[in-house]
C-alpha cells in the first residue's frame, strides 16, 4: 500500500514561514491535499489538488508538489497556524484514500 | 451552509456491535461520495470507508474490511457505517466526510463521534 511520510514536528517562530513536507513514491504524480487539525476540532482543508485554496482559507497557505515530495508552506505564520497538519491522496492502485502520519505545529 | 453531524458513538463490548450515522444538510447529498475517517485519541487520521454517490460501490480499509459496512440513505440524506465484531483497535473518533468531486479530497467534515471498545 501506498506509504506517505511527514516529519513529526516542525517548530517556527511568529511571522517566519513554515514548510512541511510529505514523501511518497513519485508522489508528484498525485494529486495532494492537506488538512489543518486544532487541538479538539474535526480536520479543515486548507490546499487541495497540490496547490490550491478552498474559499476562505489564507493565501499565507500554498503548497507544491514535484518528484517525491509535496510542501505545504505557511507563510507570515501566526499564533492560531499552530495546528497538526496532515497531507493526503488517492492510491489509484488499491482505490484507498490514504493519509501522511501528520505533522505538529508548534508556533515559538 | 453544509453540516455534516455524526451520532451512534458510545461504549461497546469487544465482539459487539455499533451503527454511526452522519446526518447531512446544506447540499444535494445524492451528488457526493463520501467517506469514513477515523482518529484514535492522540494519533493520526486513518480512512476507513467510501461509499458512491446511490451506494452501488464501497471501498474498504483492509483493517475494518469485512467487519464494517458502509450504506447511504439518499432520500433522508443520511450515511452509515455498520461496524461489527469490534476490537479495542477500532476505539477512535469516527468522522464522516464530503468528498470534492474529482480530485479524492474531503472538502467537509463532521464533528466527529466517540467509539470506544471496551469490557
Known amino acids: 500500500s501506498y506509504v506517505l511520510t511527514q516529519p513529526p514536528s516542525v517548530s517556527v517562530a511568529p511571522g517566519q514561514t513554515a514548510r512541511i513536507t510529505c514523501g511518497g513514491n513519485?508522489?508528484?504524480?498525485?494529486?495532494v491535499h492537506w488538512y489543518q487539525q486544532k487541538s479538539g476540532q474535526a480536520p479543515v482543508l486548507v490546499v487541495y489538488d497540490d496547490s490550491d485554496r478552498p474559499s476562505g482559507i489564507p493565501e499565507r497557505f500554498s503548497g507544491s508538489n514535484s518528484g517525491n515530495t509535496a510542501t505545504l508552506t505557511i507563510s507570515r505564520v501566526e499564533a492560531g497556524d499552530e495546528a497538526d497538519y496532515y497531507c493526503?491522496?488517492?492510491?489509484?492502485?488499491?482505490?484507498?484514500?490514504?493519509f501522511g502520519g501528520g505533522t505538529k505545529v508548534t508556533v515559538l | 451552509e453544509v453540516q455534516l453531524v455524526e451520532s451512534g458513538g458510545g461504549l461497546v463490548q469487544p465482539g459487539g456491535s455499533l451503527r454511526l450515522s452522519c446526518a447531512a444538510s446544506g447540499f444535494t447529498f445524492s451528488n457526493y461520495w463520501m467517506h469514513w475517517v477515523r482518529q484514535v485519541p492522540g494519533k493520526g487520521l486513518v480512512w476507513v470507508s467510501r461509499i458512491n454517490y446511490d451506494g452501488s460501490s464501497t471501498r474498504y480499509a483492509d483493517s475494518v474490511k469485512g467487519r464494517f459496512t458502509i450504506s447511504r440513505d439518499n432520500a433522508n440524506n443520511t450515511l452509515y457505517l455498520q461496524m461489527n465484531s469490534l476490537s479495542a483497535e477500532d476505539t477512535a473518533v469516527y468522522y464522516c466526510?464530503?468528498?470534492?468531486?474529482?480530485?479524492?479530497?474531503?472538502?467537509?467534515w463532521g464533528q466527529g463521534t466517540l467509539v470506544t471498545v471496551s469490557s
Open positions: 493526503q491522496v488517492w492510491d489509484r492502485s488499491s482505490d484507498h484514500w490514504v
Open positions: 466526510a464530503r468528498d470534492l468531486p474529482s480530485d479524492g479530497s474531503f472538502d467537509f
Open positions: 513519485n508522489i508528484g504524480s498525485k494529486s
